[in-house]
């Protein structure tokens, strides 16, 4: 005790609350890594929400563009937006200023927006099921409208999801001042388990593995034929298997992003060395910036919203309708 008294006497040990006798130690960083971070992590952030902005103006601007499945991607762009700004700020600083209850609504937060990310994966790959394996039925089954009410719907049973966890769980009971964790029982780790990795990474790579199957089989049947019908076809069967695959990429790379960390973090082995998981968590949110690079290298309609939103064309009398395709 006497030497713990001398380090804090001699500045070598800060607190986050130095008040407060159960203060948290505070994680020791020089100006220099301070400052490097916040520049790093500030620009990251605003990358993101730039980015993620230019899917959700694009989308939601251009009436052309009012599609089902763009709506899933609007709703995935949220969430990827929201992602970082929120997380941004605990990873700079290495104590929690903010007080129990705006802990417990972080968390509930970051599961929401997670969980919206993942449910918004799930419907994606129905969406390109519908399409690409019953074509005929899409336009009845699949209506903006009906996708509009779903999406909501998965963001209320999102964030119904989480709020129910985070209130469920309390702090660690031996939790020091200035910490964010909240222990989650057992129960709930099991049920998070099937409902948030399980069932929908399941679900999804079923759907794809179909979706390729019959996109195969579709090509196959087009290229031993022939005609004008018949080339027409082979145009519209190519654009929903190029936009399947291109979505099937994005979902590809948010499993992969995603597979690993939770699949660690579910061990709870304490034996990872933190410097694995901090960069595993960096990875899932590195994501969030990625899927609208992915958008501007495959979809030309998105090249386009670009240069009317950078340009300022946007606030031109009905550019919602240019005459271009956008």
Known sequence: NDDIIMHH????????????NSSCIKGMRSRYEYNIMFVF??????????????????????????????????SLGVADMLVMPLEATRLIETCWYFGDTFCRLFFTMMGLLFSASLSNLVLIAVDRFVAVCHPLLYPQRITTTKTLIIVSLSWFCSSAYNTAIVTSTSHKKYACYGECTIMVTFDWIVIDLFLSFLIPCTVIMTLYLRIFYVAHQ????????????????SVRRKSESKAALTLGIIVAIHLLCWIPYYILTLTENTAIPPTILYCLIWVLYVNSCVNPLIYALFYPWFRKSIKYILTFRIFQPASSRPKRET
């Open 41 to 74: 992590f500030s620009l990251l952030s605003a990358w993101t929400v730039f980015l993620n902005l230019l899917v959700i103006i694009s989308i939601s601007h251009f009436k052309k563009l009012h599609t089902p499945t763009n709506l899933l991607i609007l």
């Open 9 to 20: 006497q001699n500045g070598s040990t800060q607190y986050c609350f130095p008040a407060i």
């Open 218 to 233: 579709q090509v196959k049947v087009i290229n031993s034929l022939s005609g004008k019908c018949v080339m027409e076809g």
